[in-house]
């Protein structure tokens, strides 16, 4: 199956943001104070609510707009991490093609295209905007679901369950 797209900045965004949230580890270590500060938040109204409950919405405004006060600013900071890490890795090569057969997949990747094998992928997971293809480590590829059609996915989603090496996860229908 050839697959012709354009890479995306929205597509790669999409594609960290699901890998942070498939290595919850890592998202700590890139937003250290604003997880710590959100599960500040959060202990101390509960410590709040279970002394002292004169006004529970209060204590509950708190534990939510508290965490989103902290966390903001970081994710500002990550979107435009990755808006600039995007220009960096792609800015020569927005249109590509990718070729996706019983072997693995091939991109052209700012060169010689490159043959991702089905068993050197560690994990394979989905989100509402890309397929995620873990290749270990921190490495990734990601493939766009706008530029495929729903046969593509499928047979896509054929050939990566035919390995049985990685874990595979897929969004519900």
Known sequence: MILEFC??????????????????W???QAFPGAVSAALVCVLLTIL???????????AFDFAVLGPVFFVAPWLLWARWRFHREFRRKFSTCLDATAIIDERGV?????GPPKTHLWVGFTRIYESHRVIVLETGGKDFIFL?????????????????????????KWATP
């Not at 091939?106 to 700012?110: A, I, V």
Request: proline fraction near 6%.
């Open 7 to 24: 890479w995306d900045e929205s597509d790669y965004v999409a594609a960290r943001f699901s890998w942070l949230l498939h290595h919850p």
């Open 26 to 28: 890592e998202m700590y």
């Open 48 to 58: 709040a609510v279970a002394s002292y409950r004169p006004d529970w919405r209060m």
């Open 106 to 110: 091939t991109l052209p990747l700012g």
């Open 144 to 168: 766009p679901k706008s530029a495929m059609s729903g046969a593509q996915l499928e047979e896509l989603k054929r050939l990566a369950a035919a390995t049985l090496d990685c874990a595979v």
